[in-house]
């Protein structure tokens, strides 16, 4: 196992090393012309409003930053002037820079925000700004982030700090997912088993967990995130994943006996809202109290993954359906949500729903959050709807980063920070109009930590901010990646927890003649790599890598990126020895199948990558000549997915062993039987015997099962070899 030198001093002490690059700002600004001289900035520099209209708050927010920022306490004599102008967009501004002073000139206050930023983003370690001259507005009015706080609840603290951090990178739009099947996140005084009932759940896996926002508490959230122009969307899921809300009021459901309790598993559950008069009545009480928390002109109503088996089984719908003239479900999904379009349109707001809602014909000035596919996106706009992109996987960060041992869980699909910067829509046709911004997406089904949203988070919302903010022919991935290092050294400065991902090294070896092959890599191919071969932390005097190189064994390769003779990432270490490098772990196997593939933590602790509908995985070429053997770490996780008929697809085996099986095959996973193994409850660890075999070959390591519940799954493969 690869070892990390990631302290937090660490870190710090990496990223204090790194003189700021003078266009080190991220988003990167629409236009930046360079002027001569510098300007000195240091935390004493005044900041002043130039008229009457004030600018208290962006004042105090620039200084706020700048006390967080290794900047002297004393400098040169120039002030920071903020200035209102006419005739520039609401949230465009004016930099100016030069060697007496600066000026930020917006027309609106947002406008004054977004150039304070930049300005703080500039501030080098050694207190000097280059002069210069920026005209700068965003791409896209809607650049936001979808934070889910019901599958796992989030304090108010640590809302107010995720908004901190949208801030810095001028996000402007908080989508706040505040109900759903596991749980009810929001108060509403007319209903209050809806945060005494279905705010709580309790499971085997995460004991009793819940909790929700007063409408106090909410206020000062939107009030919060106002201040820093961020404007917070609530979502109020209809009619599916309502499974929360049915157990505490069971006669709103589709079904005469909805669960009492709330579900802790993930996944689409089959429980719709029923289409009653009474029904209604209780969502417009629930939207209005809603509204009055909430100023954001859109409310977002969900509408995704309502499967319409309730609906297409019960009697009264049918009847209804017959009354109403609605020929299927679909299209009673699309009354559904134009009847609740109708409400928020009455009281001034406009509905926004997921790409599911055009299914049905939703309201002719609903907005549409695509996230299924680009052509949902098309279908939007062509029919007259603004769209918002938000698309699954590249903008979903709930999914892997990088797949490799020691990180955290998540839904096992990667999604790089290169896939997020790579995803840049250029508006054609009718999205020429009706593209209003994108979206990324925090789902916390696998998040359950505050450390792990922003770990799954940051940098590659930096990507989604330069994507959504900066005009598109200015969009450069090597660029962005230069500009990326100064942005760690400001989350460092603020706290902000953050994956390294994109600069960590990675090391490979294998098996060579005179000992072992090594390859080292990053995942964003940015800046060199210097590695050493006695565990000391490499410089840029060690030797640098260029191409895979062999090494006597046993040997400790500890490597790290550089970029402009600094590091950017803490060292990676690997121990080799002649075991080790045959040695696979969940991540360096292969899975079998991409049915349902999660990084969870298991019964022993160990984050292990498994497909939960197929616990399999391939070692591939392996020399089997002369391994007599196996040791293997296992583990099992409870299988708590609610996937429907696709439950049915799952290869179960009733003549495997009470509690599962591990099968070792050889080839595919329909080869040669080499080691089948019982196993136990507790079961932590096997040692198996096989017969040697002739070369390289594949092997299928598959558990068989009888039942899908727990879920079995390696953590590690260690070959035994014949000596």
Known sequence: MASIFRTSAALAFLFLCLGANSEAMIPLAADIQKSDGTFALSRATAISCADAAGCAATKAYLSGLLQKTSLPDTGGEGAVMLRHVEGLAPEAYRLQITPKGVEIAATGEAGLFYGTITLWQLASENSTIPAQNITDAP????????????????????????????????????????????????????????????????????????????????????????????????????????????????????????????????GIFPNLYNVDDATFAFLEDVLSEVMTLFP???????????????????????????????????????????????????????????????????????????????????????????????????????????????????????????????????????????????????????????????????????????????????????????????????????????????????VAAKPAQSGASVTLSNQSGYGVIHYTLDGSAPTPQSPLYSAPFDTKLPATITATTFAEGKPIAPPRSESLTAQSILRRNSYTLELCGNGIPLAQKGHSGAVVMVDVMNPCWFYKGIDLSSVRGFDIAVTHLPFNFQIGDDIKHIPLDAKAAPHGQLEIRLGDCKGEKLAVVPLKANTSHLSVKITPQKGAQDLCFVFARRKVDPVWAIDWVQPLVQE
């Open 139 to 266: 791409r896209f009015s809607w650049r936001g982030v979808l934070l889910d706080s019901v599958r796992h609840f989030q304090t108010v603290d640590e809302v107010k700090r995720f908004i901190d951090a949208m801030a810095i990178h001028k996000l402007n739009v908080l989508q706040w997912h505040l109900t759903d099947d596991q749980g009810w996140r929001i108060e509403i005084k007319k209903y209050p088993l809806l945060t005494k009932i279905a705010a709580w759940r309790k499971n085997s896996r995460e004991g009793r967990h819940g909790g929700f926002y007063t409408q106090d508490q909410v206020r000062d959230v939107v009030a919060y995130a106002a201040a820093r122009h961020i404007t917070v969307v609530p979502e109020i899921e209809m009619p599916g994943h309502a499974s929360a809300a049915l157990a505490a009021y069971p006669k709103l459901a589709s079904i005469k006996h909805p669960s009492r309790k709330v579900s802790g598993d993930w």
């Open 296 to 506: 954001s002109p859109y409310i977002h109503v969900g509408g995704d993954e309502a499967p319409k088996g309730q609906w297409d089984a019960s009697p009264k719908i049918q009847a209804q359906m017959k009354a109403l003239g609605v020929p299927n479900t679909k299209e009673l999904q699309g009354y559904f949500t134009a009847r609740i379009g109708k409400y928020l349109d009455a009281h001034g707001r406009r509905l926004i729903g997921w790409d599911e809602i055009l299914e049905g014909g939703p309201p002719a000035n609903a907005a549409i959050t695509s996230w299924r596919t680009p052509e949902s996106a098309i279908e939007a706009a062509e029919k007259g709807h603004d769209v918002v992109f938000s698309p699954a996987p590249q903008l979903y960060l709930d999914y892997c980063q990088i797949a490799r041992e020691g990180e955290p869980t998540c839904r096992g699909v990667q999604s790089t920070l290169k896939d997020v910067y790579a995803f840049d829509p250029e508006p054609k046709g009718a999205l020429a109009k009706h593209l209003i911004g994108m979206q990324a997406n925090i789902w916390t089904e696998h998040l359950p930590t505050m450390n792990a949203v922003f770990y799954a988070g940051f940098p590659r919302l930096a990507a989604v901010a330069e994507i959504a903010w900066t005009p598109r022919e200015k969009h450069n991935w090597p660029d962005f990646l230069s500009r990326l290092p100064d942005q760690m050294r400001r989350y460092q400065a603020l706290g902000i927890r953050y994956s390294d991902a994109a600069f960590s090294v990675n």
